[in-house]
């Protein structure tokens, strides 16, 4: 084994060390805040945020953000990686609309779950129906939600079709909805499409792997929020169209006001 092979497989399992205690101190903190009460919708979004910035800062990642980052409303973004996660909540106080699956991830799971993830069961049309109604009330409360229409994570080589039905709350409040598109790069060491966890990757190895690399840097490019869509099915296909846009622009990788 080389010695930068070494140094990089140290790097990788220190960083995963850090992110257990992360998480670790995370639940502590949450247990903290919900002593005697149960903690309201923002508080959790609060928490969560708390919770990504300092995972973001412990793991050496870094952010671009272009545009205005909206304050309320259904943000709608592309969805290539758990990083997601970590970089859109370090980034702003939201709640998560997820598959159901998501909630066994290791560390991110737990920690998507205390701070209010929305979970969908997709063969379940009850957990639909519920899911909106909780969205709605989340959006009626100011509260950001974020939504990864596509359903599932990608490699990032397309914005895969938008599933109308998560919009569907924002149609019902008339409230605000922001397209938005994630993009990574780690170059020289690995492509966007090697940081994507997609298909029939294992978690866990692709995981450690991500934790190797030096310099991972996340781009999140903000559209101007649409007031209001005439219906859930023409506010996927806009949305998707300018994700897809953005994606495709040389914009969504040049340096801006950068965060580490």
């Known amino acids: 084994m080389t010695s930068s092979r070494r140094r990089s497989r140290l790097r990788g399992w220190g960083k995963l060390t850090l992110l257990v205690i992360s998480l670790l101190q995370c639940v502590a903190s949450f247990c903290l805040l919900r002593l005697g009460r149960k903690p309201t919708d923002p508080e959790r979004a609060a928490w969560l945020h708390r919770c990504c910035r300092m995972v973001f800062r412990r793991l050496g990642l870094s952010r ?6 909206p304050g309320d409303g259904l ?3 592309n969805h290539l990686s758990y990083l997601d996660i970590v970089i859109y909540g370090a980034t702003l106080p939201c709640v998560f609309v997820s598959k159901q699956e998501v ?15 929305v979970f969908i069961d997709r063969g379940s049309a009850a ?15 100011g509260i950001v939600v974020l939504i990864f229409p596509e359903g599932t994570s990608s490699d990032g ?3 895969l079709r938008f599933h109308p039905l ?3 709350a924002a149609i019902r409040g008339a409230a605000p909805v922001t397209a938005a598109a994630i993009g990574y790069s780690a170059a020289p060491h690995a492509t966007e ?6 298909g029939d990757i294992s978690f866990g190895p692709h995981l450690l792997e991500t934790l190797q690399l030096p310099d991972i840097r996340a781009t999140i490019h903000f559209t101007a929020p649409v007031d209001r869509y005439a219906g859930r099915k023409l506010a996927a296909a806009c949305t998707q169209q300018e994700v897809a846009a953005l994606r495709g622009e040389s914009s ?9």
């Open 157 to 159: 080589s397309s914005v």
């Open 64 to 69: 671009t953000a272009i545009g205005q980052i």
């Open 252 to 260: 969504l990788h040049s340096i801006g006001a950068e965060t580490r």
């Open 75 to 77: 943000l709608v973004s």
């Open 103 to 117: 909630r066994s991830w290791p560390m991110l799971g737990l920690l998507a779950a205390l701070g209010g993830t």
């Open 166 to 168: 998560l919009f569907e």
């Open 127 to 141: 957990s639909a129906a519920a899911a909106t109604l909780r969205i709605q009330e989340l959006l009626a409360d």
């Open 193 to 198: 499409k090697d940081l994507c966890y997609y």
